[in-house]
């Protein structure tokens, strides 16, 4: 089983900071099954970025992703007030076939 | 454009089984380009994937519940259903449905379901 573990675990930063948020695995990660989510109290998970480094639909371009092998991060250029957020990173794997997510980031509010 | 929305009982006593639905409406779920997934989040805490089920009834679980789980499908109904047997305690937690989309990420989320295990 492939392990992710995030840092930090919580980022206290102010609105129009630049936020990095880490997403390590246990072992490497193929690129095209890296993805990042946000997700705001009481609601559901929204798919952020794919293929470690694409946006979903509809995402703003301050969001972005990058990194391969163990190492992936999530940047947001200029944090908005919308933004502050549990940041989750999940990986798929082929063999074996599994699905795992990080133990996520929290934003808040500095 | 679809929707996933999540049903069952919201309380489960410990030992028992947990069952809950999850329906989908505005397309169907038998499209060959999705599996269908459960994630379940206990509260504060990060999100675990349970398993996911192809429309044809193909499915793959998570090592670690695989022994509790069975993730079913009814096409009629444009449904697919969760069992997680012998519950305790720990397995209180909100459970989504969710679309297994390509590069395997979850594009379709449904709103959750909290299902609290007490006695």
């Known amino acids: 089983e492939i392990v992710l573990t995030q840092s930090p675990g919580t980022l206290s930063l102010s609105p129009g900071e630049r936020a990095t948020l880490s997403c390590r695995a246990s072992q490497s990660v193929n690129s095209k099954y890296l993805a990042w989510y946000q997700q705001k109290p009481g609601q559901a998970p929204r798919l952020l970025i794919y293929g470690a480094s694409s946006r979903a639909t509809g995402i703003p371009d301050r969001f972005s992703g990058s990194g391969s092998g163990t190492d992936f991060t999530l940047s947001i250029r200029r944090l908005e007030p919308e933004d502050f957020a549990v940041y989750h990173c999940?990986?798929?794997?082929?063999?074996?076939?599994?699905?795992?997510f990080g133990g996520g980031t929290k934003v808040e509010i500095k | 454009h679809l929707q996933l929305h999540e049903s069952g009982p919201g309380l489960v006593k410990p030992s028992e089984t947990l069952s809950l639905t999850c329906t989908g409406s505005?397309?169907?779920?038998?499209?060959?380009?999705?599996?269908w997934a459960w994630i379940r989040q206990p509260p504060g805490k990060g999100l675990e994937w349970i398993g996911s089920i192809y429309y044809s009834g193909s499915t793959y679980y998570n090592p670690s519940l695989r022994r509790r789980v069975t993730i079913s499908v009814d096409t009629s109904k444009n449904q697919f259903s969760l069992k997680l047997k012998s519950v305790t305690a720990a397995d209180t937690a909100m459970f989504y449905c969710?679309?297994?989309?390509?590069?395997?990420?979850?594009?379709?989320w449904g709103q959750g379901a909290l299902v609290t295990v007490t006695s």
């Open positions: 505005g397309d169907s779920i038998t499209s060959s380009s999705y599996y």
């Open positions: 999940q990986q798929y794997g082929t063999s074996p076939r599994e699905l795992t």
């Open positions: 969710a679309r297994v989309g390509f590069e395997a990420v979850f594009d379709i």
